[in-house]
């Protein structure tokens, strides 16, 4: 059973910048496609972003676009999301999530992903 636990959430003012961390122990997460979702009060959760498992693919949600990014260090089993010029609506809960199939495909669908994380709070207000 993979475990992902993710990190790095908080409080930050419009137009600054976070990184989140989505890490495993005891598993590899080199074997997985590793997505990140978020969901906002009162709404579905949605796709952000994925990567590939060797990272050679990536795809985002228009909302992020050129914001956001994704990465991976296998070394490190860690997926990262770095996440710039932040808007008051990118406020949500943030989830890591690994799927078995190992790609990333443009249409990023949830039940694509096997194992989730519990989620890291992102606030963004003045």
């Known amino acids: 059973q993979l475990q992902l636990v993710e990190s790095g959430g908080g409080l930050v003012q419009p137009g600054g910048s976070l990184r989140l961390s989505c890490a495993t122990s005891?598993?590899?997460?080199?074997?997985?496609?590793t997505g990140w979702f978020r969901q906002a009060p009162g709404k579905e959760r949605e796709a952000v972003t994925c990567?590939?498992?060797?990272?050679?693919?990536?795809n985002y949600a228009d909302s992020v676009k050129g914001r956001f990014t994704i990465s991976r260090d296998n070394a490190k089993n860690t997926v990262y999301l770095q996440m710039n010029s932040l808007r008051s609506e990118d406020t949500a809960v943030y989830y890591c999530?690994?799927?078995?199939?190992?790609?990333?495909?443009?249409?990023?669908?949830?039940?694509?992903?096997?194992?989730w994380g519990q989620g890291t709070q992102v606030t963004v207000s003045s």
């Open positions: 005891g598993s590899t997460l080199e074997d997985y496609a």
């Open positions: 999530a690994a799927g078995n199939s190992g790609g990333c495909p443009p249409r990023i669908s949830l039940a694509a992903y096997d194992y």
């Open positions: 990567i590939s498992s060797s990272g050679g693919s990536t």
